[in-house]
């Protein structure tokens, strides 16, 4: 894979996950228990760690140029495997 797609699917997969982090807030705060404790809010600490350490790094290596093939495509490949995660386990909620 050459470069420039290699940046692209980055740029492609972490736009992905970084929409459907913000589509989260949104979801839990229009699905939370106003009576609750807001313990559904705990739900966003783990997925904020995902795209804090795994999507903002292949952002940032994608945009400066300076990257490390192999470095990339495992970080590509982990927040393909967050954003699927993220799905999954959303649709089993509801």
Do not use: Q
Not at 18 to 47: D, K, Q
Not at 79 to 92: P, T
């Amino acid at each position: 894979m050459c470069n420039a797609r290699l940046r692209l699917a980055t740029f492609a997969l972490a736009a992905g996950e970084t929409l459907f982090w913000l589509y989260t807030f949104y979801y839990i705060g229009r699905h939370a228990n106003p009576l609750g404790e807001g313990m559904e809010w705990l739900s966003e600490v783990p997925l904020t760690a995902i795209v804090l350490t795994l999507v903002a790094s292949a952002l940032i290596l994608a945009a400066i140029g300076h990257w490390y093939p192999l470095t990339t495509k495992i970080a590509a490949l982990l927040a393909a495997g967050a954003l699927v995660a993220d799905v999954a386990s959303a649709r089993g909620r509801d």
